[in-house]
């Protein structure tokens, strides 16, 4: 009796499973590394005025700020045709383990994207860089308020998402370039220190590098890949020999997860249905491995080309104290708007989260927690903003530091090893974990000299 009920448990189990699956009821997989939706990820800023101890007020906010979801390039489309091919194929064995209506929404799948996508801001990106306008508005209204935006500058790269994104934001604050056109700076792409193109010796090091992807390349031919693949050809019901490692990623990238980015819905994308949440684990790891090589501490190069973006921070920053202690002008915002490697790299150069354990081919099953996850770091319009307070106590003023990354509060981190609920440090402690990025200093770093070759 008891082996008897134990069957129907486990029927009873398969069925439901399987029912959630088809009627789109599966909890969608949230973290698809630069492609993932920032309302995913996202701290919870204080709903009123910044919480500054007493005596202090804030009297400068510099931002990095990486566009909004954005459409892909006209590329996507020839990669979309191939996937609709291959859904014309399911079920070839006769043996696809889809439930019968995912099997069905995958034949009728239409190709999403045209020839005129250009990787252009989506309604959805524009909405995100509002929201976190109007909440940073919130924390700092002395500011960020439409009184203040005579004293701001805002800067951006020279592509329609980053430019598009920079009006999205400032538009909540109550200025556009034709009322404010001083405020606004557009780089040209071949002055711009957000590219890495610009570097030489990083071209050399990185992107004409064979060797950089390494460990990418030897996790993708490893073991947990092979799984994947295997599995996903199960439930597509094509043979094993069909499913190649790029058919793997085109299924992932231009199938699952750009369509989950720009088609904002609760409900899972038609593509990502084929993959397990360990399956999607799996691939997000694999993801990272590749932007590791590419954006982190693989090699010198990877960050340190980031050295005039760092300089700009560190700079404003000690402009900004100075100024305000001598009572000369100053902007009370600077804000850049750029692109992943904008926020990433600059993260890694000014040394925001750990550099120990890092991703390897070898360590997946340890790195559930890894501090390099390009999805919690660089989701689209991912963040970090530094706010300089002057504190007063006892006729002496003093400066202090507060930083956000994608509107959590750090602390502890090595140039503030505060770990307090404020997360303040003192602007002088701050600076001297950045005396290299400190303009006129005798360390300070030279673009010349990093990207020489």
């Given amino acids: 009796m008891i082996k008897y009920i134990f069957w129907v448990l486990v029927i009873l189990a ?64 020839p990669e979309l045709e191939e996937l609709l091919e291959l859904a014309k194929k399911i079920n070839s064995t006769g043996k696809a ?37 109007k909440r940073y508005r919130n924390l ?11 004293n701001h500058r805002y800067f951006s790269s020279n592509f329609s998402r980053t430019v598009d994104s920079m009006m999205a934001f400032t538009s909540v604050l109550g200025t556009s370039p034709s009322t404010n056109p001083d405020a606004y700076t557009v780089v040209p792409n071949n002055e711009s220190s957000f590219r890495n193109d610009n570097c030489p010796k990083y071209v050399r090091d990185v ?43 085109l299924i992932y990238s231009s199938g699952c997860y750009y369509q989950q980015w720009v088609d904002v819905k609760e409900d899972v994308a038609p593509w990502c249905r084929v993959f397990s949440r360990r399956d999607l684990k799996i691939m997000e790891y694999a993801s990272d491995l590749e932007d590791y090589a590419q954006r982190s501490f693989q090699s010198d190069i990877a960050f340190k080309w980031t050295c005039a973006i ?25 804000l850049i708007f750029g692109h992943s490697s904008t926020v990433a790299v600059t993260a890694a150069n000014m040394g925001l989260y750990e550099r120990e354990d890092p991703p390897t081919s070898e360590n ?7 501090a390099f996850r390009m999805s919690q770091m660089t989701p689209s319009a991912g963040n970090i903003m530094i706010v300089l307070y002057q504190c007063s106590a006892q006729d002496e003023s003093t400066y202090k530091v507060q930083t956000f990354w994608n509107e959590r509060l750090l602390r502890g981190y090595p140039a503030c090893r505060s770990t ?7 602007l002088d402690t701050w600076l001297e974990s950045y005396h290299q990025f400190v303009p006129g200093s005798e360390t300070e770093c030279s673009m010349e000299e990093i990207c020489s070759v």
């Fill in 420 to 426: 307090g609920p404020i997360g303040m440090c003192d």
């Fill in 97 to 133: 383990q889809l439930c019968k209506k995912d099997i069905e929404e995958l034949r009728n799948w239409k190709v999403w994207a045209n020839k005129y996508a250009n990787r252009n801001l989506t309604e959805y990106g524009a909405e995100e860089m509002r929201g976190i306008a």
């Fill in 310 to 334: 760092a300089k700009d921070v560190v700079g404003a920053i000690v402009n900004a104290s100075e100024n305000h202690l001598e009572g000369n002008f100053q902007p009370t915002a600077r």
């Fill in 207 to 249: 992107d004409d590098n064979p060797h950089v992807e390494e460990e990418y390349e030897s996790f993708f031919a490893g073991p947990y890949i092979k799984r994947v693949k295997r599995k996903v050809a199960r439930r597509l019901g094509i043979r094993h020999s069909e499913m190649s490692g790029d058919l793997l990623w």
């Fill in 140 to 150: 700092l209204p002395e500011l960020l308020n439409a009184s203040n935006t005579g």
């Fill in 14 to 77: 398969v069925v439901v499973c399987c029912h959630a699956m088809c009627s789109g009821q599966q909890r969608p997989y949230e973290y698809f590394g630069t492609k993932t939706l920032y309302q995913k990820v996202n701290g919870k800023l204080p709903l009123k005025k910044s919480r500054a101890p007493k005596g202090c007020s804030p009297v400068f906010v510099f931002g990095l700020i990486r566009h909004g979801a954005r459409l892909p390039s006209s590329e996507i489309v």
């Fill in 364 to 370: 997946f099953r340890y790195q559930k927690y890894r």
